[in-house]
């Protein structure tokens, strides 16, 4: 279980900077939020790690606002 967690871990940490560096290298100026949708919404420590890599936070409820679909089903 431990080893399970750690990879999950440094995955969640190579995801959240992979997005960091695109926002830095594609985006042509800083989006003041970052809209998220599906699963990765659930994910606190990813999403937390997103907005501090990149200063933009990302947004559950804009994608909700702008009717998103969400990848769950219940």
Do not use: M, N, W
């Not at 990879?7 to 995801?15: G, R």
């Not at 939020?33 to 501090?52: D, F, N, P």
Request: glycine share 6%.
């Amino acid at each position: 279980l431990e080893q399970r967690i750690q990879q999950q871990f440094f995955e969640s940490a190579d995801l959240a900077y992979q997005v960091a560096d695109s926002l830095a290298r594609f985006a042509p100026s800083r989006p003041r939020e970052l809209l998220v949708a599906g699963g990765g919404v659930h994910h606190r420590l990813l999403l937390e790690r997103i907005g501090s890599l990149s200063g933009c936070p990302p947004s559950k409820r804009a994608t909700a606002r702008r009717e998103v679909p969400h990848a769950r089903t219940h």
